[in-house]
T-cell receptor, first 115, second 109 residues
Framework: GAGVSQTPSNKVTEKGKYVELRCDPISGHTALYWYRQSLGQGPEFLIYFQGTGAADDSGLPNDRFFAVRPEGSVSTLKIQRTERGDSAVYLC?????????????FGPGTRLTVL | KNQVEQSPQSLIILEGKNCTLQCNYTVSPFSNLRWYKQDTGRGPVSLTIMTFSENTKSNGRYTATLDADTKQSSLHITASQLSDSASYICVVKDYQLIWGAGTKLIIKP
């Protein structure tokens, strides 16, 4: 079946604007993760959902960042009052569950550029 | 502080040659260690997952080793191909995934 998809693939916005990034996980996967990756760095964990609830949001850098997954499938990462430092690739991953060996399947990412 | 450090930062080798990438970690408690391959502009793809009791795991031309005593892992690539050009990221799991910065590998014809 289809893998994890993310839209848009690229987003350019101005400082201070609001953006929404969408993630469609693999059908049936209960766990969903958001990461942020800067150039030359590994992904940085932001938030993890198990079903509809955010099980761990300890990676969100501040209250400008918020994510939802209202029906336990599609998730939206929302960033308010964007800053130039928010520019990065935002990766979404899903997995069948949260067991230790559950592999995470990644989407292609959304490249966010804040001017 | 839990950390994952990878070396070298970047590596250029000729097609057909072998190479070994290193990963040292200070993550505790240890659950498992993963190697991911990330092509430019794509999300990471899992290559191997190893738990505490596993010393070696292979996936085609990729062989990962784990020494849980010294907290070191390596990823060996045999008979490299142009398509192996990518970033290779070591990830160690305690309660969540701790990601290394990756090694950027370039294969030249």
């Amino acid at each position: 079946g289809a893998g994890v998809s993310q839209t848009p693939s690229n987003k350019v916005t101005e400082k201070g604007k609001y953006v929404e990034l969408r993630c469609d996980p693999i059908s049936g996967h209960t766990a969903l993760y958001w990461y942020r990756q800067s150039l030359g760095q590994g992904p940085e964990f932001l938030i993890y959902f198990q079903g509809t609830g955010a099980a761990d949001d300890s990676g969100l850098p501040n209250d400008r960042f918020f994510a939802v997954r209202p029906e336990g499938s599609v998730s939206t990462l929302k960033i308010q009052r964007t800053e130039r430092g928010d520019s990065a690739v935002y990766l979404c991953a899903s997995s069948p569950g949260q067991g230790a060996r559950n592999e995470q399947f990644f989407g292609p990412g959304t490249r966010l550029t804040v001017l | 502080k839990n950390q994952v450090e990878q070396s070298p930062q970047s590596l250029i080798i000729l097609e057909g040659k072998n190479c070994t990438l290193q990963c040292n970690y200070t993550v505790s408690p240890f659950s498992n260690l993963r190697w991911y391959k990330q092509d430019t502009g794509r999300g990471p793809v899992s290559l191997t997952i190893m738990t505490f009791s596993e010393n070696t795991k292979s996936n085609g031309r990729y062989t990962a080793t784990l020494d849980a005593d010294t907290k070191q892992s390596s990823l060996h690539i045999t008979a490299s191909q142009l398509s192996d050009s990518a970033s290779y990221i070591c990830v160690v799991k305690d309660y969540q995934l701790i990601w290394g910065a990756g090694t950027k590998l370039i294969i030249k014809p």
